[in-house]
């Protein structure tokens, strides 16, 4: 069993930013790909970005440019780097990890962007 741990998420102005963190722990095993999805009030669930253990990224056209999302494999972690905020970029931040041929999910942190 795999257990997600996310943290950093809170309430920015428009223009700010913040850094999410995702830290993976529980017994052995081999991460294939960890990334971030979003999920807004009245929406469906939607692709942030994903880094695989090689290091490629891969981002959503909303994003690109403007979030960066990097790990430390020593740390079986994660980070998603969000600037240039934008209130349309509200939404609970889901930390999502392929290991092991599993798929393993946060428990959600808040990004709140508003004056």
């Known amino acids: 069993q795999v257990q997600l741990v996310e943290s950093g998420g809170g309430l920015v102005q428009p223009g700010g930013s913040l850094r999410l963190s995702c830290a993976a722990s529980?017994?052995?095993?081999?991460?294939?790909?960890m990334g971030w999805y979003r999920q807004a009030p009245g929406k469906q669930r939607e692709l942030v970005g994903t880094?695989?253990?090689?290091?490629?990224?891969n981002y959503a056209d909303s994003v690109k440019g403007r979030f960066t999302i990097s790990r430390d494999l020593a740390k079986n972690t994660v980070y998603l780097q969000m600037n240039s905020l934008k209130p349309e970029d509200t939404a609970v931040y889901y930390c999502?990890?392929?290991?092991?041929?599993?798929?393993?999910w946060g428990q959600g942190t808040q990004v709140t962007v508003s004056s």
């Open positions: 999502n990890l392929l290991a092991s041929g599993k798929f393993y």
């Open positions: 529980g017994r052995s095993f081999s991460i294939n790909r």
């Open positions: 880094i695989t253990s090689g290091g490629s990224t």
